[in-house]
């Protein structure tokens, strides 16, 4: 029995080989992290926590799933309408309650390899151990390196790539560029999942508004809103972005006229949803226009599909979206994925591309679908992205992994 904590120097380290990759090649290796949803907003501010709750708990929807699979009242989950310091103890206590029941779950290394990491802490979060650790971690987040800037630099982050909408000035990227203080990059991220939203009228014509509000332009009509897109993709371009992230449940390819196309726009201008044709008509030309796009910049482009969002009405009623109630779909990707690769490549218009797949049941299929559509022009111009979301575990990503270097 090893006296070692759970949490050491080769943790999860098995092999001896292992130990010399991680610590002769891998360990002191810096981040270029291109996909996150870090707010720019803290960086630019530098934001710093009074406690664990507000670093750990105040947006992480992971951590609210297993708290309400833990059988912990929503006001300690997502936090009371009162709020407050005693609140916030009560949410971490609530926390601590629900981590013994994580094993294997990946939150459970996530908690204590930061615990060890940032704070110095190797023992278990639990009941038991609760009140140490959060008169530790207030004491350590009042140090000033232990804000939002000190933590990315410890963690030896040389860039970030945030996700972010068109509408959005990038006023913190902006502010981040500008402060020769920090010695990271923080680059926006070109996220249009809204302009697909014609079966929201409500959401689709807020995004809209803000879309011209935000180049100065009419949108009047499909034509004009490609135009405020090509404004916007050239704003973020000149900001530094060279990627584009496009969260979707699944790919649309399907013919359409461009008059079927402005009738969309007119009937979700006026609040009516479109029909199922006329929606897969829709997202299958933005989809397309927007990878002309991409490929016009020499852009890189991701892909993140097949989640289905927002299943608890319950919970999208009192929070909203993002709230941990979203979970797998079982879409079959494969023909659709395949007619708009090819209906971009057969024009040579197909951007570098990145495609992350939700479900393993998808894994042997998008291997072997990225082989279609190499060109010879740099290595791996298409590839599979990591295992995400609920494959962000150690089985999830072995599967993938295996897979991948399989085909």
């Known amino acids: 029995m090893s006296d070692r904590p759970f949490i050491h120097d080769d943790f999860l380290l098995d092999t001896k080989e292992a130990v010399e990759l991680y610590h002769g090649y891998a360990k002191d290796q810096p981040i270029y992290d291109y996909h996150t949803h870090l707010p720019p907003q803290q960086v630019a501010e530098d934001t710093h926590w009074e406690n664990l709750t507000r670093a750990w708990l105040y947006e992480d929807h992971y951590k609210w799933r297993a708290m309400r699979t833990n059988g912990i009242a929503e006001d300690?989950?997502?936090?009371?309408?009162?709020?407050?310091?005693?609140?916030?103890?009560?949410?971490?206590?609530?926390w601590a309650d629900t981590m013994p029941h994580l094993l294997r779950n990946p939150l459970y290394h996530w908690t204590h390899l930061e615990l060890a990491r940032y704070f110095g802490i190797?023992?278990?979060?639990?009941?038991?151990?609760?009140?140490?650790?959060?008169?530790?971690?207030?004491?350590?987040?009042?140090?000033?390196n232990m804000g939002a800037r000190g933590l990315v630099q410890q963690s030896n982050v040389k860039l970030i790539c945030t996700t972010d909408d068109p509408?959005?000035?990038?006023?913190h990227h902006i502010k981040i560029a500008a402060d020769p203080e920090i010695d990271f990059q923080v680059l926006p991220t070109w996220r249009p999942d809204k302009v697909l939203?014609?079966?929201?009228?409500?959401?689709f014509n807020a995004w809209i508004n803000a879309l011209a509000q935000a180049t100065g332009q009419e949108i009047t009509s499909y034509e004009t809103l490609l135009e405020a897109l090509k404004n916007r993709h050239t704003f973020f371009h000149e900001k530094g972005c060279?990627?584009?992230?496009?969260?979707?449940?699944?790919?649309?390819?399907?013919?359409?006229?461009?008059?079927?196309?402005?009738?969309?726009?007119?009937?979700?201008?006026?609040?009516?949803?479109?029909?199922?044709?006329?929606?897969?008509?829709?997202?299958?030309?933005?989809?397309?226009?927007?990878?002309?796009l991409n490929h016009s910049r020499n852009w890189v482009q991701q892909f993140h599909f097949g989640p289905m969002r927002s299943n608890s009405t319950r919970i999208l009623n009192r929070f909203g979206p993002d709230a941990g109630c979203d979970s797998m779909n079982d879409l079959s990707h494969a023909v659709a994925l395949s007619r708009y690769l090819d209906s971009l490549d057969k024009s040579d218009q197909l951007a570098k591309t990145i495609l992350y797949n939700l479900n393993p049941a998808d894994n042997h299929m998008v291997a072997s679908m990225?082989?279609?559509?190499?060109?010879?022009?740099?290595?791996?111009?298409?590839?599979?992205?990591?295992?995400?979301?609920?494959?962000?575990?150690?089985?999830?990503?072995e599967q993938q992994l295996e897979v991948l270097s399989s085909l």
């Open 242 to 292: 060279r990627l584009a992230d496009h969260g979707i449940d699944t790919f649309y390819a399907d013919p359409y006229t461009p008059s079927q196309l402005q009738r969309t726009f007119n009937d979700a201008r006026s609040g009516k949803a479109p029909t199922k044709e006329d929606l897969q008509a829709w997202r299958s030309a933005c989809l397309y226009e927007l990878g002309i």
């Open 197 to 203: 939203t014609v079966d929201t009228p409500e959401t």
């Open 76 to 94: 300690l989950v997502t936090g009371s309408p009162s709020g407050g310091a005693a609140d916030d103890r009560a949410r971490y206590n609530a």
């Open 167 to 171: 509408t959005d000035t990038l006023e």
């Open 122 to 144: 190797t023992d278990l979060l639990s009941p038991k151990t609760a009140d140490k650790i959060w008169e530790i971690g207030k004491e350590k987040l009042a140090q000033p």
């Open 370 to 397: 990225i082989g279609n559509f190499q060109d010879g022009t740099t290595p791996g111009k298409i590839q599979m992205g990591s295992a995400w979301w609920f494959g962000d575990t150690l089985h999830g990503m």
